[in-house]
């Protein structure tokens, strides 16, 4: 069964700091790597996605993919303390039903 | 758009007794997913419809777990007799045409004790 590594397991960043997290996958056939916020209490938010080699930014938020090596990375830079959540790595396969597997999340603490 | 919704929003239950989650995913949403998310640890797929049929149960309980979408729109998940290993949040995703675009509902939190 596909596995989604995420690390690290946890993160502390100073305000306006940057945010740097990793997640790989197992599986060979992955098509697409989804990135989700969960804030506390909350149910999982949708960030952003990617499934080309090459870099994606959309505000604050940065995705790397290396497809060769099945490596994802979000970036979070100027990070607010709103920015404190669990952020879980997914990835889907076409062949599978699209159906998403997720990591165990990294979660960001921001310090003011 | 209404989002997905989930009831009852908290559950706890001495080991043995039995509980059932509803969902109502997003209209026109054909595609329907029951995740477990323990604490602290990212969701794990339980089951997923396509309309009414079962796509993929494979990690389901089935002796204890089960889960019915009958008409193609509310699900319901089923716990027949917990375990305190069942103590989790039960999260309910819908999308289109199977697309991984999911959106989540509020989910139930279950306390088994």
């Known amino acids: 069964q596909q596995k989604v590594q995420q690390s690290p397991e946890s993160l502390i960043v100073p305000e306006g700091g940057m945010a740097s997290l990793n997640c790989t996958s197992s599986d060979r056939n992955v098509d697409y790597f989804w990135w989700y916020r969960q804030h506390s209490g909350k149910s999982p938010k949708m960030l952003m996605s990617i499934f080309s080699n090459g870099e994606k930014e959309e505000g604050r938020f940065t995705v790397h993919l290396n497809k060769a090596s099945l490596h994802t990375s979000l970036h979070i830079r100027d990070s607010q303390p709103s920015d404190s959540a669990l952020y879980l790595c997914a990835a889907s396969t076409n062949s599978a039903g699209n159906k998403l597997t997720f990591g165990i999340g990294t979660r960001v603490l921001v310090r003011p | 758009e209404a989002g997905v919704t989930q009831s009852p929003r908290y559950a706890v239950l001495q080991e043995g007794q039995a509980v059932s989650f509803w969902c109502d995913p997003i209209s026109g949403h054909d595609t329907l997913y029951w995740y477990q998310q323990p604490r602290d640890q990212g969701p794990q797929l339980l089951v997923y419809?396509?309309?009414?049929?079962?796509?993929?149960n494979s990690q389901l309980p089935s002796d204890r777990f089960s889960a019915v979408r009958p008409k193609g729109t509310n699900s319901t998940l089923k716990i027949q007799s917990a375990k305190q290993g069942d103590t989790a949040t039960y999260l309910c995703?819908?999308?289109?045409?199977?697309?991984?675009?999911?959106?989540f509902g509020s989910g139930t939190r279950l306390l088994v004790i």
């Open positions: 995703a819908s999308s289109f045409g199977g697309r991984s675009d999911y959106t």
């Open positions: 419809f396509r309309d009414e049929a079962v796509i993929d």
